[in-house]
């Protein structure tokens, strides 16, 4: 693993599909005002519109949250735009049990995928059209949009993983991802 470098995505497995929609899907949206202390600028933050949608997420879920076995799908959309220097992104976050890995799938867009270890070691892969992404179990994981489209990807994960937003939340990943000259940097904090 390298520390704080952009990697193309390791896999050289192509897959496409589209974004999840149907019966028993559900959607929730995050906008600006749903993401308070996400992004570093502040200032920046305040001067957006709080109305505004950062992503949405189209999930299906069959199976009752904490089984074991069962398998997640979801479509995610993250809008462009920026806070400051720092791309529109998802909130992040550990899976609650520790012990499950997840696979996202680029569809649409341009986005990176940072991943930040137990040990607060992070790198990241980039996101296009057909790339795919193994998340390993125990580390967290996040998507930002570097594109001027929308961001789609989609994900596959256990029904017994869970979400652990708190530690991110608290702490947040040990380096942030920004636009530098016109181009993604991840930045050490
Ligand atoms: C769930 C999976 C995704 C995210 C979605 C939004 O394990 O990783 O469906 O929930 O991309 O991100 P976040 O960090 O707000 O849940
Ligand atoms: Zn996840």
């Known amino acids: 693993m390298l520390h704080n470098t952009i990697n193309e995505s390791l896999q050289n497995l192509k897959v496409d599909s589209s974004i999840l929609q149907g019966e028993d899907v559900i959607d929730s949206e995050k906008r600006i005002k749903d993401l308070e202390g996400v992004f570093a600028d502040t200032e920046a933050f305040k001067n957006l519109d709080s109305e505004t949608i950062v ?6 879920m069959p199976e009752e949250q904490g089984t074991r076995g069962g398998l997640y799908f979801g479509s995610t959309i993250i809008h462009p735009g920026k806070v400051g ?18 696979y996202y799938w680029g569809i649409e867009g341009n986005g990176i995928l940072i ?36 961001l789609i990807f989609n994900a596959c994960w256990g029904s017994d993983a869970g979400h652990n937003y708190d530690v991110i939340e608290h702490y947040g990943f040990a380096a942030r991802l920004i636009e530098v000259d016109g181009k993604p940097l991840l930045k050490q904090i």
């Open 85 to 102: 220097s720092e791309y529109f992104m998802t909130r992040g976050h550990f899976h609650a049990n520790l012990d499950t890995a997840e």
């Open 115 to 150: 991943f930040m270890d137990k040990d607060r070691n992070v790198w990241a892969e980039r996101m296009e059209k057909g790339s795919l992404h193994y998340i390993q179990r125990g580390v967290a994981h996040r998507v930002a949009n570097v594109g001027n489209e929308e």
């Open 55 to 60: 992503y949405k997420v189209h999930a299906f």
